[in-house]
């Protein structure tokens, strides 16, 4: 069998790992021989992805999680160094969508903020607080995901477009001043993959303009892209074998 992406014995931190890309992400680790922490805001749903892993064999371990607050952050990556003492890997994969198909003047204040706090200040705060623990591994890799929304075009909300289009801006910045640290950076955006949150989405657009967002749910899930494609690239981005892939990477 071939050792390509082999990530045994790699420390991996997978936010946003409950469901979706993340726990797609998470699992693809775990499979290729990673010590994974599962991360999330949502700890029944977390701790219900890593016991599937764990009845499998893998190495795998959950955190509850907030990654808009710093000091949920600061509490998760102490964690991780009681636990492991390095990062070797840190996938930031948490997200939220809000005012879908809604004009500057109907988005309130309190959705805008809200998703830009979890897409774009939670990969930052993460990063900030793991630092220590990437400067303990001597050699880490940092994957944030993010969309094409706000990079190669719009998107259905103006919050996410904008938190979007920031953490491809951060993690480009990010690889300027963290490489020098023995950081590799990469955004990493995909298309349309059949999310929970993708779903919910594209059938509220459907509801919104009137159509049947049953039907349109049940078409998109035999037509966009599957998490677990995603996943795959995610672990072997985290694998010595992406150790030159730089910069932003697109999916399907």
């Known amino acids: 069998m071939s050792n390509a992406g082999d990530l045994t014995g790699k420390v991996i931190l997978v936010t946003g790992a409950a469901q979706g890309i993340g726990e797609a992400g998470a699992r693809f680790c775990a499979e290729r021989g990673g010590r994974v922490i599962l991360a999330d805001?949502?700890?029944a749903k977390v701790q219900e992805s890593c016991a599937a892993l764990a009845a499998r064999g893998f190495d795998v371990h959950a955190e509850a999680v907030n990654v808009a607050d710093p000091?949920?952050?600061?509490?998760?990556?102490q964690h991780v160094q009681e636990r492991y003492g390095r990062l070797d890997v840190m996938v930031c994969a948490a997200g939220i969508f809000r005012g879908i198909m809604q004009q500057p003047d109907e988005l309130?204040?309190?959705?805008?903020?809200?998703?830009i706090d979890v897409n774009l200040k939670g990969p930052f705060l993460?990063?900030?607080?793991?630092?220590p623990l990437f400067d303990a591994a001597g050699k880490s890799t940092l994957v944030i995901i993010g969309s094409g929304a706000g990079v190669k075009g719009g998107s259905g909300s103006i919050a996410y477009g904008a938190s979007k289009g920031g953490a491809n801006g951060l993690g480009m910045t990010l690889d300027r001043h963290i490489a020098e640290r023995n950081v590799r950076v990469?955004?990493?955006?995909?298309?349309?993959?059949?999310?929970?949150?993708?779903?919910d989405l594209e059938a509220e657009r459907e509801r919104l303009a009137g159509g049947d967002p049953v039907a349109k749910r049940a078409e998109l899930e035999t037509t966009l892209g599957s998490p677990d494609g995603v996943g795959k690239v995610i672990a072997f981005l985290a694998s010595d074998d992406a150790d030159y892939i730089r910069g932003t990477l697109f999916t399907r």
């Open 186 to 199: 990469n955004v990493l955006c995909p298309g349309g993959i059949a999310t929970t949150l993708k779903l």
């Open 41 to 43: 805001w949502n700890e």
């Open 108 to 115: 309130s204040v309190e959705d805008f903020q809200a998703v």
């Open 71 to 77: 000091d949920s952050v600061q509490t998760l990556m």
């Open 126 to 131: 993460c990063t900030k607080y793991a630092m």
